[in-house]
């Protein structure tokens, strides 16, 4: 019969481990698989996405970085690094514990790339200004050559991460091309 294992034949199947990576205080966490950024999952096992916190967002939150993967989680999402068994909050541009963040990509280096509210509200779209930032050691960046981004501007898969350790990360924005 096709399909089916020789005589004397067995058949091996995969064995995964699902690990509950928990939240913040809130109700939601999430690896953003949307097909914004990539990769979520770097060679050495660190992990990248947002989990929500105990802090209920304002009405002005980024759907982008807020509010979970369909907008109904009212709470303050922090960027995440699980690495070694263990999960760190990444934090967010200040004011930290009102403004939200998400990482999108990390690299065989460890640095990550997302977004994070900046504090101030988008006077056009009256939601909170978002900003391309990176982490690097666990502090959080922004690059200096990037523009400012607002919610209608960003596009997360600006970023591709390095195929090999000691390349840089390559970041579309606009039209002009930033390395970090």
């Known amino acids: 019969?096709?399909?089916?294992?020789?005589?004397?034949?067995?058949?091996e199947s995969h064995r995964y481990?699902?690990?509950?990576?928990?939240?913040?205080?809130?109700?939601?966490?999430?690896?953003?698989?949307?097909?914004n950024g990539a990769p979520y999952i770097s060679?050495?096992?660190?992990?990248?996405?947002?989990?929500?916190?105990?802090?209920?967002?304002?009405?002005?939150?980024?759907?982008?970085?807020?509010?979970?993967?369909?907008?109904?989680?009212?709470?303050?999402?922090?960027?995440?690094?699980?690495?070694?068994?263990?999960?760190?909050?990444l934090g967010a541009l200040?004011?930290?514990?009102s403004n939200c963040s998400s990482a999108l990509a990390v690299n065989s280096s460890g640095l990550m790339a997302g977004a994070s509210e900046n504090g101030s509200v988008d006077p056009v779209n009256g939601v909170n200004?978002?900003?391309?930032?990176?982490?690097?050691?666990?502090?959080?960046e922004?690059?200096?050559?990037?523009p400012f981004w607002n919610n209608s501007a960003w596009y997360s898969r600006m970023c591709r991460g390095p195929k090999r350790s000691g390349e840089q990360w390559k970041c579309r924005a606009n039209s002009s091309t930033v390395r970090i």
Do not use: Y
């Open 94 to 97: 200040p004011p930290a514990f």
């Open 1 to 11: 019969m096709a399909g089916s294992p020789q005589q004397g034949q067995t058949h």
């Open 142 to 146: 922004v690059p200096d050559d990037f």
């Open 17 to 35: 481990k699902l690990i509950d990576l928990g939240t913040f205080g809130g109700p939601a966490s999430n690896m953003n698989l949307l097909g």
């Open 129 to 140: 200004q978002i900003r391309a930032v990176v982490w690097k050691d666990g502090e959080i």
């Open 43 to 89: 060679p050495h096992g660190v992990a990248v996405g947002t989990s929500a916190t105990s802090v209920p967002s304002g009405p002005t939150a980024n759907g982008f970085v807020c509010n979970g993967l369909d907008g109904t989680v009212p709470f303050v999402f922090h960027a995440f690094e699980w690495k070694d068994d263990s999960v760190r909050d």
